[in-house]
């Protein structure tokens, strides 16, 4: 079997070290907001570019902290509007909802599947406050028109980096090509934590502190709740493995790229539609996508062949009944990237091997 991503292999190539370092920080006897937090938040803003970074939670988290941080620096309030990518995963628009504020949909564009810059004006009123692109798949979103737009209209841009980590756009990396940004460090991500864990980053002082403590309880001293805060904190075990892996993680986005470049050159299926890649330094791979018709078929044919495949996200935001209040939309881009979309094996520890015994199946495929 091809896994889709083995996590232990992962894990297992990070030892002894991973080992020890999960041995120190048990032994230290401190596992919250301590010197790991510390040490990690600035190897990774100093990574992204950016003055600050706060760990959080999760990266659900992440960007619902930063619109919270917004309204209560009164730039924002509950109802503006922020206009999101419609083929995002749900948290985007998740983290716009809980924090009192409406997702306005945006189709993608098909190429991409990033944010289409060509459609965000029209959409812009007088409540919208913010635009969110997703670097989805791991490719950074088309980030100079979109900042141009939030210029002339005055509006804050927020990056869904999630799934980007390590990714530039024209020089500068994800987590710094906007106001601000949010990112994940579930566990299968590029930079994943042995857990949930996520972080925002920014130059904005005021904002960066406002993150923080909205995340501990509204509370910047003990005990003294300036804020209707959330427990939204990255712990000391996680931010110790993060610092860790994010020595490894330019590495690994070069294999990434390697494996990608192999399965673009060598698929070869007319019932497939392969990903337009027109910069590799602003694409890190976290998902290779494919693109067919046929697609749960070739997910069944694949998994004969002893290959894992999945699919990133079979029912898209605004079909899903949490979001029913969206569900009239028409959003035909969109609804045919989640009808079609399949992903293939991707982790930096594939072997070449692995990578040609996708390619050969996928070449077989009726």
């Not at 960007?63 to 620096?73: P, Q, V």
């Not at 812009?124 to 210029?151: F, S, W």
């Not at 002893?306 to 035909?332: M, N, R």
Request: aromatic share 10%.
């Amino acid at each position: 079997m091809i896994k889709y991503f083995d996590l232990q292999r992962i894990s297992d190539s990070f030892e002894p070290e991973l080992s020890e370092v999960v041995v120190r920080v048990v032994h230290s006897g401190w596992y919250l907001q301590g010197e790991e937090n510390r040490s990690f938040e600035e190897a990774f803003a100093q990574y992204c570019g950016t003055k600050y970074c706060v760990g959080v939670g999760n990266g659900l988290d992440a960007l619902t902290l930063i619109f919270m941080a917004y309204c209560e620096l009164g730039e924002m309030q509950p109802d503006d509007e922020v206009i999101v990518p419609a083929n995002t995963y749900i948290a985007s628009i998740l983290a716009i909802v809980r924090a009192g504020m409406k997702p306005v949909f945006c189709e993608p564009s098909l190429q991409s599947c990033n944010i289409d810059p060509g459609k965000i004006e029209a959409l812009i009123t007088p409540r919208t406050k913010a635009i969110l692109p997703v670097h989805l798949y791991g490719r950074c979103a088309d980030m100079q028109p979109v900042n141009e737009i939030a210029e002339r209209y005055h509006l804050r841009v927020v990056e869904d980096a999630a799934q980007s980590h390590g990714a530039v756009y024209y020089g500068r990396r994800t987590g710094n090509l906007g106001d601000a940004a949010g990112f994940s460090f579930y566990p299968a991500k590029n930079l994943g934590a042995l857990g949930d864990g996520g972080a925002v980053t920014t130059n904005d002082e005021s904002l960066a502190a406002m993150v923080r403590s909205i995340a501990n309880y509204g509370s910047s001293v003990k005990y003294i709740h300036l804020y209707k805060g959330i427990n939204s904190r990255l712990d000391e075990l996680q931010a110790a493995v993060l610092r860790l892996k994010l020595s490894r993680l330019d590495v690994d986005n070069e294999r990434r790229r390697a494996i990608a470049h192999r399965y673009l050159n060598k698929i070869q299926n007319p019932l497939l539609s392969l990903p337009h890649i027109d910069s590799w330094e602003q694409h890190v791979f976290h998902i290779f996508p494919v693109f067919s018709p046929y697609r749960d078929r070739l997910q069944a044919f694949l998994a004969e062949e002893g290959i894992q495949a999945q699919i990133h996200y079979p029912t898209p935001p605004h079909k899903q009944g949490a979001l029913a209040e969206y569900s009239s939309l028409s959003l035909p881009v969109t609804e045919q990237i989640h009808r079609e979309e399949l992903s293939l094996p991707m982790s930096p520890l594939m072997t070449d091997k692995e990578v040609d015994a996708v390619i050969a199946a996928l070449n077989r495929f009726e």
